[in-house]
């Protein structure tokens, strides 16, 4: 199973990094989009401990074949980063060292044991779902919008192969349980600090239904973990891991 996933992320790592600028942005979208974005790349840079720490792990389902998908999942993360760094700069912005919002999420994953960290990982899956496709829609064919559907796609697959993990880690009922209240009440928190710190950005985009639509991936990620049902058709790359 995990073999695939580390195969597919394998194959992912050679892609170049597409050229970016800002053509097609309008002028008043800019300064709020790059708040955005900036952020956003903040929260895409360095999951390296979580990559230590699967090392030790003897959880259910984690095996060689895990691991190397994770730390290459966790390669893939930068790569969006950087990608989120050139239309930072194609925006005539600077890169932030860091933002509240990142280390509201840091903390939260340092509080309990591996299994709330990967938990973390996959509201922020969930966020860059809702968030980078809403942009991306708004944003249409342009440089920057096309570098946003890419990285949407890429989130989709990961959403996938965090799912997958957590359906092992919840064969028994009162685990699934467990699941759904830990899932519920730190996908909520997520949701409304991001929609709270974005908010400039989505009135400026004229953008309508965010909360709708992360609150829907919220919902769908719990059936998908619970009951196996697919979280959104993925997109044709990540079919090499279904």
């Known amino acids: 199973m995990w073999s695939r996933w580390r195969e597919y992320f394998e194959v992912n790592a050679r892609r170049p990094l597409p050229p970016i600028d800002a053509e097609g942005i309008a002028a008043a979208w800019r300064a709020p989009l790059m708040r955005s974005l900036a952020i956003f790349q903040v929260g895409e840079s360095g999951e390296g401990r979580i990559v230590q ?12 074949d895990y691991r190397a998908a994770l730390k ?16 930072v700069r194609g925006l005539g912005g600077s890169l932030r060292r860091s933002a509240w919002t990142d280390r509201l999420f ?13 938990l973390v990982l996959l509201v922020a899956e969930v966020i860059g779902i809702g968030f980078y496709g809403l942009l991306a829609e708004r944003l249409g064919a342009c440089p920057i919008g096309q570098a946003l559907r890419e990285i949407c796609g890429d989130e989709q697959a990961h959403l996938e192969f965090h799912c997958t993990f957590f359906r092992l880690q919840t064969a028994s009922p009162w685990r699934r349980a467990v699941f759904t209240v830990a899932w519920f009440v730190v996908a909520a928190a997520a949701c409304v600090v991001v929609l709270v710190d974005h908010r400039a950005t989505l009135r400026a985009l004229a953008i309508d239904g965010a909360t709708r639509r992360l609150w829907g991936l919220v919902t769908a990620v719990r059936r998908c973990v619970c009951t196996g049902e697919a979280v ?9 891991a279904a």
């Open 106 to 118: 840091v903390r939260g994953r340092r509080l309990l044991g591996l299994r709330l960290k990967l």
């Open 72 to 87: 290459l999942f966790v390669k893939e993360e930068g790569r969006h980063a950087r990608l989120l760094a050139a239309m």
């Open 232 to 240: 959104a058709p993925a997109p044709a790359r990540a079919s090499v």
């Open 53 to 64: 720490e699967i090392e030790r792990s003897r959880l259910a389902g984690v095996d060689a």
